[in-house]
């Protein structure tokens, strides 16, 4: 890929350009905000970030080969680098990074699924439903970046502009028909996903969450609203839109409110174009019946709970939208089993389950816990933590909730990042402790501890519910982090369990 500087230098709003030698022939291989990925004529872009300033690494930019720098303010580099100096760097990104990969989304068709909780079950399932019926898919998301079967790495659920982008591009080199994506509040509050052009966009709920960034919980509302407003952008050149919208979410008053195109609506407890009915969870899945104007059927899922039955309607309503024939909709959840880390149950001989979920707001803990009630027979025993550097308000919000619906809570770390762990978990007690009523509590730092610790306990017929990190293979402390993978530490503990040695 390989844009004239001339012309990315035209796609800005406003710019000055300071050099003292001809442009004109200068040719860009790369965009990069990040000065160690800089390469031979690559464009470099001064980002002004919470902690570090792209400005300081211009020297670094132009010795690992970069021709072009955009700035804030002047910096000095040699006559043969050109010079753009700009208002706001992030929005000139906005203006070039799409441009210069030929704003590859616009030649896919593009599903977006945005709210806080059932994101990644939703793009899953779509992306089984798309490739049933024939569909060459990509898929965008917390887990991984998937090309069909290629898995590429990811660090954010939704990538930088930059990284999006180019992701994007690989994609419709590809020969992509389909790209599903999760979008995160912060992606569209920060404009991330800048030059998509979405055809289908899922609404799946808003419960607290990111409020550390978002700080009130209307604009977290109104980012995630961002979605469905772009379905009729100004710049959008392909037909057929559609938004998905779970209406008995308080919050989807707001999402239908910014959609002005074509909207599908689900539910279980109000009248929606599929509405869920006669509703069977048990414990190794679930029946349902969907009933409204867009289809009259009744399906069987191998996945379990009330909050995967509103996942497989946002599911569906995406494949409808997207005229998928209900033949392939159902083939595809029939053979469609789970997710990595959400509601997974882990086998390793034992006579009572252990589940492992990334359930990390109020609303996903207690959803997961309410399934695990519903379907257990004996005691539920809940390992759980909060992150630090995150929302501290849902702590005791979530601890309160794991006390009520369990017979056992340990309460342990999660991802503590900069914060003490000790305080964070006495934040969580503060709700556990008068929210017991009896039952038994734990508070051990250490997480494997915490996981061993269930397991010791753990008796015939009981469920085990590990919560928080899912699929996650690694702890982020204060220092350091670490490889850690809630799997791996429950079925060494039951191995141990069951070989005597707990």
């Known amino acids: 890929m390989h844009k004239a500087v001339t012309d990315l230098i035209k796609k800005l709003s406003n710019a000055t350009t300071i050099n003292t030698t001809d442009i004109t022939g200068i040719d860009i291989s790369s965009l990069e905000c990040d000065s160690r990925k800089v390469q031979k004529d690559s464009l470099f872009f001064c980002i002004k970030g919470a902690t570090v300033d792209g400005h300081d690494f211009v020297g670094q930019a132009i010795k690992n080969g970069a021709s072009a720098i955009i700035a804030e303010h002047d910096v000095a580099v040699p006559d043969s680098i050109v010079k753009i100096i700009v208002p706001d760097t992030h929005k000139s990104m906005e203006e070039i990074v799409p441009y210069f990969y030929d704003y590859p989304s616009k030649k896919m068709r593009l599903i977006g699924v945005t709210g806080t909780n059932g994101k990644t079950t939703i793009t899953y399932i779509i992306r089984s439903i798309l490739r049933k019926a024939g569909y060459k898919t990509g898929l965008i998301g917390t887990i991984k970046i998937m090309v069909e079967d290629e898995i590429l790495p990811i660090h954010n659920t939704t990538p930088d502009i930059i990284d999006l982008q180019h992701v994007l591009y690989h994609m419709q080199k590809a020969g992509m028909d389909y790209v599903v994506m999760e979008v995160s509040s912060h992606a569209l509050a920060l404009n991330r996903v800048a030059g998509c052009e979405y055809d289908t966009a899922v609404f799946t709920n808003l419960t607290r969450d990111h409020l550390d960034f978002h700080k009130t919980f209307e604009n977290y509302a109104l980012a995630k609203a961002k979605l469905f407003s772009s379905l009729t952008a100004k710049s959008n050149i392909k037909q057929n839109k559609t938004a998905i919208i779970n209406i008995d979410d308080p919050s989807s008053n707001i999402m239908c409110e910014h959609t002005k195109c074509r909207l599908f609506t689900y539910a279980i407890h109000k009248d929606a174009s ?11 899945g679930m029946e349902f019946s969907l009933r409204g104007s867009l289809t009259d059927i009744t399906l069987h899922s191998n996945i379990t709970g009330m909050f995967n039955v509103y996942n497989v309607m946002g599911a569906i309503g995406a494949a409808l939208a997207e005229n998928i024939e209900l033949r392939f909709i159902t083939a595809a959840l029939e053979e469609f089993h789970s997710v990595p880390g959400r509601f997974e149950l882990i086998r390793a001989g034992q006579d009572f389950s252990v589940i492992v979920d990334y359930a990390h707001t109020p609303d996903g803990l207690e959803n997961v816990l309410n399934t695990a009630r519903q379907i257990t027979t004996k005691r539920l025993i809940t390992v759980f933590g909060c992150g630090g550097d995150r929302d501290r308000t849902k702590r005791p919000i979530m601890g309160k909730i794991a006390a009520e619906k369990s017979d056992i809570v340990i309460a342990t770390s999660d991802n503590p990042r900069s914060e003490d762990p000790e305080f964070i978990l006495s934040e969580v007690e503060n709700g556990v402790i008068p929210a017991l009523h009896g039952n038994f509590h734990e508070k051990i730092t250490d997480r ?19 919560a928080g990190k899912g699929h996650e293979n690694y702890q982020i402390l204060k220092d350091k982090t670490i490889h850690f993978d809630d799997k791996e530490i429950a079925i060494t503990a039951i191995k141990s369990k069951l070989a005597g040695e707990l």
């Open 274 to 284: 599929l509405k869920a009915c006669n509703i069977n969870i048990h414990a190794n």
């Open 448 to 466: 494997k501890k915490a996981i061993y610790r269930a397991i010791e306990l753990a008796k015939a017929g009981d469920i085990i519910m590990i």
